[in-house]
């Protein structure tokens, strides 16, 4: 029990660094093997991961230079998909973020979930990042999910679940998220594929080794 206590731990750890450090736009440093693991794992190709934190980091950009101090707005691209979370201070300005996304190239569609209120509080978005941990560790310890095929959002208490996962995974990963003390509501953006689809993405186990 203790072990398992301990694994729970580290693994919240682990995603509340990343999550804070991706919020402060911060360079993180991983291991190779690690990075490696998390890019094999993605079920997206390893180009269109490219392109994903190419329009995050052009769109996030863009939008602080039109908004400046004035809102406070997270941009998450899964496979050229955007969710825009977050909160400004007028529709107009939610409009004009929208517009933004709509001429950043290769955005396929744009779910904008901004909400038009005061900025959230520095405690508020630590919160966040705290629930995004023990989510991602609840799905690692799961062991019938793929933690990495699903990103994560929290926003003041409502979670978001993007990914390319089956209508099963969904509905666990789902219930999970909404077993954790804190979440106020669950909100799938994904993409859903068969079980066929599935196991065609499952990467294959290496040959075994014939020894002679």
């Known amino acids: 029990m203790k072990i398992a206590s301990q694994k729970l731990l580290n693994s919240v750890l682990l995603y509340a660094c990343l999550g804070a450090a991706v919020s402060a736009c911060a360079p993180i440093m991983l291991g190779g093997a690690v990075m490696g693991t998390l890019m ?7 180009g269109m991961q490219v392109e994903d934190e190419g329009i995050e ?6 939008i602080r230079e039109s908004l400046g101090e004035r809102g406070h707005v997270n941009v998450t691209s899964y496979n050229r998909q955007v969710l825009l979370t977050g909160e400004v201070p007028s529709a107009t300005d ?6 933004i996304l ?3 190239e290769n955005v396929r569609s744009v779910v904008n979930e901004i909400d038009v209120m005061e900025i959230s509080t520095l405690s508020q978005r630590t919160s966040d990042t705290v629930l995004t941990g023990k989510i991602k560790a609840s799905m690692v310890d799961a062991q019938d999910l793929f933690a990495n095929a699903f990103k994560v959002v929290t926003e003041r208490g409502t979670v978001y679940l993007m990914g390319r996962v089956t209508q099963r995974e969904a509905n666990r990963a789902t219930d999970l998220a909404r077993g954790i003390d804190g979440v106020k509501k669950v909100v799938r953006v994904v993409e859903l594929i068969s079980e066929e689809e599935l196991q065609r993405l499952q990467p294959k186990p290496a040959p075994a080794e014939v020894k002679k």
Not at 40 to 46: G, K, L, Y
Not at 94 to 99: A, C, L, N, S
């Open 94 to 99: 939610k409009q004009q973020v929208e517009q």
């Open 40 to 46: 094999a794992t993605d079920r997206r190709t390893s």
């Open 57 to 62: 980091l052009k769109a996030g950009s863009r």
């Open 102 to 104: 709509s001429k950043v």
